[in-house]
């Protein structure tokens, strides 16, 4: 963890509007998601300070662009207080030479066996969940602290204008491996604005 990290950061969850009542009313708790295509490995996904974003993923996901186990039926997005803790920053060099130490770690491993490296596709990016899942298993085996998060930018769309590095549907992402540092959640305003599904379906 950098020595210069915020403390806590506000996130944005896009879900079911049943989930999000649950969560809400203090019914459920988050499920982690755990797929070999979750590119920052396992845990609770969360875009940072961007609920507009949120709120598109929610209905791409409810019109089937987007995929998910479960899909949502009603485009909700909740807010949530994050402590960040001991947090893999990749948007800091720190990190990032451990990302890239794991990586060589892991495709010696699969050298070793005479294994495959699992490989990034456009929508399944089981190398950077490997490579995260990697860095967790050897955390477990050295006794060194376990990582309660992840940050990191990832650059997705298109081109923002001709030419550009930018991506039109740039962020950064939270994901939350401890669902302790998960310290409340609030329903975001203008309610208008970020949950217009609040009591309606989708049309």
């Known amino acids: 963890m950098s020595d210069y990290q915020s403390l806590n950061v506000i996130g944005f969850h896009s879900c079911d509007r049943e989930v ?106 089981a190398l950077d969940c490997a490579v995260i899942k990697y860095i967790h298993e050897s955390n477990k085996k050295t006794g060194r602290e376990s990582y309660d998060t992840i940050r990191c930018a990832f650059p997705e769309g298109i081109e923002a204008f001709p030419g550009s590095k930018i991506t039109s549907k740039l962020h950064v992402q939270i994901c939350v491996c401890n669902p302790d540092c998960i310290t409340g959640y609030f329903l975001p305003k203008p309610l208008s604005k970020y949950n217009p599904y609040l009591t309606t379906r989708l049309a």
């Open 20 to 125: 999000g009542y649950n969560l809400l009313m203090g019914r459920d708790e988050l499920r982690p998601s755990d797929n070999v295509w979750d590119w920052l490995g396992p845990g609770s996904y969360f875009w940072e300070s961007d609920p507009t974003r949120a709120l598109q993923y929610a209905i791409e996901n409810s019109n089937g662009i987007q995929k998910n186990k479960e899909a949502v039926k009603t485009p909700f997005v909740i807010g949530a207080i994050i402590e960040l803790g001991n947090c893999l920053n990749l948007v800091e060099a720190e990190s990032l030479e451990i990302l890239s130490e794991s990586y060589e770690g892991l495709k010696n491993l699969h050298e070793t066996l005479g294994l495959a490296m699992p490989v990034n596709g456009e929508y399944n990016r």
